[in-house]
């Protein structure tokens, strides 16, 4: 398979999604279709390598999640977006088709307090339990007083 | 008078001397393990750091004694000293020289072995005391490793008794004047080997530490202590495997044979027990540690049958001689 | 003022009916490899579960990374992955590089290869140091081992010290090039060093491998299969040694990575040893590219933007991009996107210990607690990159 067959099966089966570029290909699909996606990603592109799950936070227009995988043997990269839409933030969890995605999504809640529906252990993972809000969110400064540690 | 005099002095001499050996095995060992990777080793105390031993003697004395809040006082405070009793009680039987110890007993080898292997004791009160994870960890392990490995170290040893013929440490010595034993064909090779290995295994030295194991363990049985008992139970340790070091000098290497006039006996015995202690150190410093089932396995699949039948191989070849008349 | 009373209180050690033990590992442990705490499920020796506990060494590399700007963060990049430093820069300028199409010169290119393949060389001398300790103790022969590679370690330490003035984090890359030129000298230096450390891998490899505890520790321990490497997403020797032959240097080339020849190790057996010859087989490929691109190394500029006046200088047009990197590791990415000023919108850092490290729940259980050890070693993560 190559990238331009991706992309024309891509279009052909979720025709709601915006695609751009083919390396990666960039598709941005809708939160409902988040992990048929995924799932669709992994077992017909056989896009199996998990890279990352991230997120933008775009101020007014609301989060957006972005995750990276890509084809090793055919050398396919396909960057996976949604947006959760203004003031939404929950999103299903791409856990069952991507273990990667467990601690990616762990700190994903940790840095923008998107609660990752279906996983099954959603914790803070890089700062402590008892942290005060969502430090990547852009409506966290920079210089805002944390408390004091116990 | 002196008959008196003697069981009361001697002891307390071989004490100091072999406390003053054990502290200076221990500038052998970094020095030796230095120069295996390259690096120097104690320098700045004292002449190329000879004074370093006492150096760190002053320090762990001078250290505070910590002992755990949740530790069971009693046991922890009396590990180290039952951990050390036994190893300076093995110096007890051992000969320095014909006639020069403390107690050449009919039963030596039996003496050396039993005591030897009630280190064990000190050991597990050490873990268990500590009421530490690590501790209890490597107590497990302790038991384990030394049922496993006293049998074949008890066997190895065995195997120059049954050549001399006799238990008794001096008559093995002399029964080496024309032949050391590690020369015997085929049989001491063999029996030395397995006596090195069951050695470094028995007295807990890497690549068979996994009581220590400081990458999983921490520090194993000794993790809570500090101070002077933290220096008992290293004591002990040297004291430990210094004893085996003379045994197997003693038992494969002639002992105090050796050219030059009798009174230089003592000085070749010291030789041969260092070339052993540098034999079993060369061990420690080259190879990685082995896990704990690996090592049941070799002592139970491998090191137990070979000593057994090497044993059995042994009284086969002194009857056969003793019968043809050799 | 009284003196805080202590209760004493007996701790009970956790022997529930079903004989388990819970056991902190770290995060102060001699080999948790920085600051890692694994809480283990024991029962005996064996582990039948782990949860890892990350996140001691955060320092907002993300959130910091927003208030800096191009010219300003990466040398604070080199701070994720301490031990390969230079490729963590390389990352961050890369995908700067990507989104404003900004040109690197030749020179600059090549320059950058030898960096960091050098590094990669380093970073993999220490890991195989402090994995034999791991494995053979501090007290023991891994230290011999350890002592070796960090004497060679020096060796390539010495050549950045004279190259960039500094032995651990470096700040050599810039948006558009490199910081400096090498200096006279270093060119012939860098050659002797090269062969002094070929030289010496071989006999460590005979060391290792004609030692039969060694293999016992390593062969069959910690077995990744392909699937669940991929699925987890650890890259780099991790993933080679579960059989995917998947080199970022080679399957989506930069900085003129198509100019050398260099073989991709691959190894199937997906165990410790596996991961353990193709690190091997690395650095003399490592060492290869050195040679060559020292061979080939063109005239020229080393920066297309030289002589920056101010750290605001460099704007960089809106956009975004994911750029990898083959790092010592795996794969070091760095998602970047801009919006137009000198500082960009948002930075996502893919560090490679971070995705290395999630296997580790999946291949613990089952392992002896001494077998921990040797496959934390075996993934060698740096827990700079993954708190970040």
Redesign the interface.
């Known amino acids: 398979m190559t990238s331009d067959q991706a992309r024309a099966l891509i279009a052909e089966r979720f025709s709601g999604a915006q695609i751009d570029g083919t390396y990666?290909i960039t598709a941005t699909v809708s939160t409902d279709q988040w992990v048929a996606f995924a799932r669709f990603a992994s077992d017909e592109l056989r896009c199996?390598?998990?890279?990352?799950l991230?997120a933008?936070?775009w101020k007014d227009l609301g989060l957006e999640v972005?995750v990276?995988v890509d084809n090793?043997d055919d050398?396919i990269a396909l960057?996976m977006k949604t947006r959760l839409g203004p003031g939404v933030s929950v999103c299903p969890s791409i856990m069952p088709v991507?273990?990667?995605a467990?601690?990616m999504e762990r700190e994903c809640y940790d840095?923008f307090g998107i609660h990752f529906d279906g996983h099954p252990d959603l914790r803070?993972?890089?700062?402590?339990d008892d942290w005060v809000g969502h430090?990547?969110l852009k409506s966290?400064a920079?210089d805002t007083p944390h408390p004091p540690y116990r | 008078m002196l008959e008196l005099v003697t069981p009361l002095i001697a002891p307390i001499v071989v004490l100091h001397v072999v406390i003053g050996i054990v502290t200076y095995v221990t500038l052998l060992e970094r020095k030796f393990a230095a120069r295996m990777q390259s690096r120097i080793g104690p320098y700045r105390v004292g002449y190329h750091g000879v004074l370093q031993p006492i150096a760190d003697a002053v320090k762990l004395m001078m250290k505070e004694d910590v002992v755990p809040t949740a530790a069971d006082k009693p046991v922890y405070n009396l590990a180290p000293i039952v951990f050390l009793v036994p190893c300076m009680f093995i110096f007890a039987t051992l000969p320095f020289a014909p006639g020069l110890g403390v107690a050449d007993l009919n039963i030596g080898v039996l003496f050396f072995l039993a005591v030897s292997s009630m280190e064990i004791v000190g050991l597990f009160m050490a873990g268990w005391g500590s009421n530490n994870k690590y501790a209890l960890l490597s107590a497990m392990r302790a038991v384990n490793q030394v049922i496993s490995y006293d049998l074949p170290f008890v066997f190895s040893a065995l195997i120059p008794v049954v050549l001399a013929g006799s238990l008794k440490l001096s008559d093995i010595a002399a029964a080496q004047s024309g032949l050391w034993f590690i020369f015997y064909p085929v049989i001491g090779q063999l029996a030395f080997i397995a006596f090195i290995v069951s050695t470094v295994a028995a007295e807990n030295r890497a690549p068979f530490d996994i009581l220590e194991a400081e990458s999983e363990l921490v520090a194993g049985f000794r993790v809570e202590y500090s101070g002077m008992k933290f220096a008992l139970i290293q004591l002990g340790e040297y004291a430990h495997i210094l004893g085996a070091s003379f045994l197997g000098a003693l038992l494969f290497l002639g002992a105090w044979s050796g050219p030059g006039p009798e009174w230089l006996g003592p000085i070749w015995f010291l030789i041969k027990a260092m070339l052993v202690f540098l034999l079993v150190t060369w061990v420690r410093w080259s190879f990685v540690r082995i896990r704990v089932d690996q090592i049941l396995a070799l002592s139970w699949k491998a090191l137990l049958p070979a000593t057994l039948l090497l044993l059995l191989a042994t009284a086969v070849v002194v009857v056969w001689r003793a019968n043809a008349g050799l | 003022m009284s003196a805080p009373t202590v209760t004493p209180k007996r701790v009970e050690l956790d022997y529930t009916g079903s004989e388990r033990l819970t056991m902190n590992m770290g995060p102060q442990h001699p080999s948790a490899h920085g600051v890692f705490r694994a809480v283990l499920t024991l029962e005996g020796e064996t582990v039948i579960d782990v949860d890892s506990v990350i996140g001691y060494l955060h320092r907002c590399h993300e959130k910091l990374s927003e208030t800096l700007t191009y010219a300003q963060y990466p040398s604070i990049a080199s701070k994720t992955d301490y031990v390969a430093a230079m490729t963590s820069e390389f990352a961050y300028v890369r995908a700067a590089e990507v989104i404003g199409k900004f040109e690197v010169p030749k020179r600059a290119q090549y320059l950058r290869v030898i960096t960091a393949e050098l590094q990669r060389v380093a970073s993999h001398l220490l890991w195989l140091g402090t994995w034999c300790m791991d494995m053979g103790g501090a007290l023991g022969g891994g230290a011999t081992i350890f002592l070796y590679c960090i004497r060679e370690r020096e060796l390539i330490l010495d050549l950045f010290e004279s190259l960039v003035g500094a032995r651990l984090l470096y700040g050599f890359f810039q948006v558009g090039g490199v910081r400096y030129d090498i200096p006279s000298g270093w060119a012939d230096s860098c050659r002797q060093t090269v062969d002094v450390i070929d030289q010496r891998i071989s006999e460590y490899e005979r060391m290792l491998e004609n030692n039969p505890f060694f293999m016992a520790r390593a062969q069959g321990v910690g077995v990744i299969s392909r699937e669940l490497a991929e699925s987890v997403g650890i890259s780099g020797p991790l993933l080679r040694g579960s059989g995917v032959a998947w080199d970022l240097r080679r399957a989506d080339p930069y900085s003129s990575y198509e100019d050398f020849e260099f073989k991709v190790p691959v190894e199937t057996a997906g165990d410790c040893f596996a991961r353990y010859r193709v690190r091997m087989v690395e650095f003399r490929e490592s060492l290869k590219i050195v040679r060559q691109a020292l061979d080939k190394l063109p005239e020229g500029p080393i920066s297309s933007r030289p002589g920056l006046k101010s750290v605001a200088q460099t704007r960089v047009p809106k956009g975004e991009a994911y750029v990898r990197v083959e790092g010592a590791r795996g794969e070091v990415g760095c998602y970047l996107v801009a919006d137009g000023s000198a500082k960009p919108y948002r930075m996502k850092w893919r560090g490679a210990s971070f995705s290395n490290l999630a296997i580790l729940p999946h291949i613990i259980p089952g392992h002896k607690v001494a077998d921990i050890v040797a496959i934390m070693g075996s993934v060698d993560p740096v827990f700079g990159e993954v708190d970040r």
Not at chain 1, 48 to 52: D, G
Not at chain 1, 124 to 128: E, N, P, V, Y
Request: charged share 15%; proline share 7%.
């Open positions: 990666p199996r390598f998990f890279s990352f991230t933008v936070d972005v990276r090793l050398n960057l991507y273990k990667g467990n601690w840095m803070r993972i890089l700062l402590t430090p990547l966290y920079v």
